[in-house]
């Protein structure tokens, strides 16, 4: 799994990774732990990628993914996954934004890993969680990684 990304975190340790999993009642994969220990978040380079069942805007687009400890709080993995802990079920782990509100999700709930993308709009105006506004990217964080694509604009 290689992903070059730019604007990248002060790197990160086991120990911090283990806190925010322990403290958050998560595990996270294998795949995303190197994640976070390579680049600890940071811009893609490529951002691309394609979301399933999302008619209207089938493709997304990575503006940057947190990391542990990050300098910017938009883009701290604890300040944002703390921000909507109450207002999302648990297991849930937003891990990138698009830039315009949405997130990139760690699904984690039922022993399980999946990737979705979570269209905040019904959210942003009511605070009520919809399972129907998470749309299926990938069945792992490593088969995410690999469906990204540069954007072409």
Sequence with gaps: MSLKVTSANQPTTADAIGGFERSRGVSFPSAYKEFLLTSNGGVPEAALFPI???ALNPNGVVQ??????????????AKV?????????A????????????YVCLDLRNGR??????DKRHFWSTGEWRETDLYHIANSFG???ASLRPNPV
């Design 81 to 89: 996954h703390d921000l909507f802990a109450n207002g999302i079920p």
């Design 113 to 118: 890993e999946r990737i979705a993308f979570w």
């Design 52 to 54: 399933e069942g999302m």
């Design 91 to 102: 297991g849930i782990v937003p891990i990138a934004g698009n830039g315009m509100g949405d």
């Design 143 to 145: 088969e995410f990684l």
């Design 64 to 77: 940057a993914f947190f990391g542990i400890d990050a300098e910017w709080p938009t883009s701290d993995l």
